[in-house]
């Protein structure tokens, strides 16, 4: 019953997003005969969005449009809440045959077990391709009901049309689960289990990361759906900019928590201290990434200074095609990687073609439209807007060579070569981009707007430069290490004392909100830089064949293998080893264990991780040897933790930016009601 | 393409029931040999694996790789000759630093050239004259 009530909401749901679509692009129609000049109200808008009179006419021009087709505009708001409801519970049947064990649906037997643990269970529902396309069009659909609910700023034609796209871009992906995905498939005759979920994937992080990085990916198309709004309406400017940064800021907030889970998860669980692998399906989730904090920065300058306004656009376009290749790649069977779970040749072509549809489309609107969208105002070169140009420049760069390393072996294979692109690769050629993007990033916020003066600047960065020369000379005469992790944690420490500088000399209770955000965002990248850097420079690995009671040195530790006992867990079985590990009189014990899995048949390890002040123990049990020693892998990792929690900065940073902007937005609502009752 | 690798590996491909290569676990005793054999197996790709370089694999054929590279190391042999050993054998495949040739030249240009036209784009967005 379950799965026949999912299937009939998730059609229900489909034609939801049909009728939503058409019921958007009439209304539209009707009313661009209407009597509003758009590109002239703009003008309007962004000239003194806080003049009472302004307010008051932008009121009623609304009125006139809602007399135009008020049946039609008022009929989309409610329609994209209900679509979103109806495959809210469709995600809740699917969940709900998945906790049931049910084993007549297809998907369930495939991935599931009965003797599964309730968490995977639960996430099992998302941890396949069927699932975690189910669970993408879910948050498409709440997040199209959010809109509705609660986007009040734009112009009503504009979040018509900004729906309107919403539905169109929740219609491929209604179409892909229906026609070649259906995840509420019988199976007849059920069999009497399943065949249970890859162990790799029977974590927490299943739980939390496919979740959080799904809803950065929607996030982004909420804010491609407004850049479609504002393309078809003509309406860029720098209403349209302060009405997608929210969405742009929220969905780059769960991106950043996403790759940083993601990565962790990668960490504990690969067993071998990788912490990035510039795999295919890492770089499908970082391109999306680069191209949400370009798209960040750039929508600050046109909320600010009504500048950039095609190239925001276009960025909020690639930032949804990257989103979309994430996807579609990933799931495609393109891409050979632990994430590519359930894949199927004859999905390629549906997918190919949904992506040439979506990048295609949004391409060819932003040509067709990108003549009628004025150019903004330009820049001087030293000003905060330079810098953030000079950002999105250097972000676009990584992005592009992100993107080719990650297609050309596909392409090299189309035409019959074989090759591989991977770590050293992209540290040669993003590494040094990316670390004169941390310098710009340091001198960045120093900057002022419009204009600046070259010596002022310097005088400003004087200490942030010296601190960094400073660790430079200090690493080159103490220690020996590369040139990159070198510059990474000299720049780490310029950039750690540029990013609070805006703080100095500021009255610390009177700065906005969103200024500690940006600070604590910024932070953020210095600190995991130099978690990166610290990793790659000083990490000391130990692989050795250990008797029980010998010691044996990793970094500063000695650590010792007390014994190997036999452990059952909920669906596996283990071999666990206490380990005790000592530095000077601090003792730790760790336990790691090789897992063995039944369902399916798979051998885990399971690494015993010790955290402190200053690095990370991490260890890994390996196979016997038959001289009675044990195989262990140890590794001393200094500050590699910093990796993770820098990255919970930037999105606490970005959580701290979003709140900021609210407050000022709700103040400044607050303000022009009053202006309007004095006005009356 | 699975097929393809292994099929390609089987001249080193141990079968997995023996015990792994001597050196596929265990270090070379100086550090400094150890260290450039690290180095150099973490631009190797696993032929078996999903993605993964010899360096973090568990795989049988990565453990023999791994013997294979400190094996020669320890002989004195250079990085860069191994790995023109393993590519004559293998293929560039086994690479993950693709070796600039006829067919990755486009790769290797592709950040010089996207810098350029940044730069180019960006140029447009700056004024001319300071006023």
Known sequence: MMAEAGLAALWFAAALAALQLVMAALGLRAASGGPRASTGSARTEEQDAAAPTTVRAELVEGREHQDVNTEILTAVRPIAIVQGLMIAVAMAMLIGVFLNSDMSVKLVVENSHSAKPWLYKFAGAWGNHEGSMLLWVTILGLAGGAVAILERRLPERTLIATLGAQAGIALGFYAFLLFSSNPFDRISPAPADGLGLNPLLQDPGLAFHPPTLYIGYVGISVAFSFAVGALITRDVGPAFARAMRPWVLGAWIFLTLGITAGSYWAYYELGWGGWWFWDPVENASLMPWLAATALLHSVTVLATRDGLRAWTVMLAVVAFSMSMIGTFLVRSGILTSVHAFAVDPKRGAFILVLLAIYIGGALALFAARVGTVRAGNSFELFSREGALVANNLLLSVILGVVLIGTLYPIVAAGFGVQLSVGAPFFDKTVGPIALILVAVMGAGPLLRWRRDDGQAVAARMMWPIAVACFVAAGLVVFASIGILPLLGLSLAAGLAIASVAPLWGRNLRRTPLFTYGMVVAHLGIAVSLAGMASDSAFTTETLVAARVGEPVKAGPFSVVLDGIKPVVGENYSALEAQLTATRGDQTIVLRPQSRYFANPVTTTNESAIATRWDGQLYTVLGQPDDQGRWQLRLWWKPFVTLIWFGGALIALGGALALLGRWRRAARTARREEDARWAAA | ?131
Do not use: H
Request: proline letters at 8%; charged letters at 20%.
């Open chain 2, 1 to 131: 393409m699975a097929a393809l690798c292994i099929a390609l590996a089987a001249p080193v491909l141990a079968d997995p029931s023996t015990p792994p290569a001597a050196l596929a676990y265990t270090q070379l005793r100086d550090p400094a040999q150890e260290a450039t054999a690290k180095a150099l197996m973490e631009t190797l790709r696993c032929l078996v694996c999903q993605g993964q370089s010899i360096a973090d694999s568990d795989a049988s054929l990565a453990g023999d790789m791994r013997s294979l590279v400190r094996e020669r190391i320890a002989k004195g042999e250079n990085p860069a000759s191994i790995r023109a050993w393993l590519i004559q054998r293998y293929g560039d495949y086994v690479t993950y630093d693709p070796p600039l040739s006829a067919v990755t030249w486009p790769l290797w240009l592709a950040p010089i050239v996207l810098l350029a036209v940044g730069a180019l784009l960006a140029r447009q967005s700056f004024r001319r004259r300071p006023r």
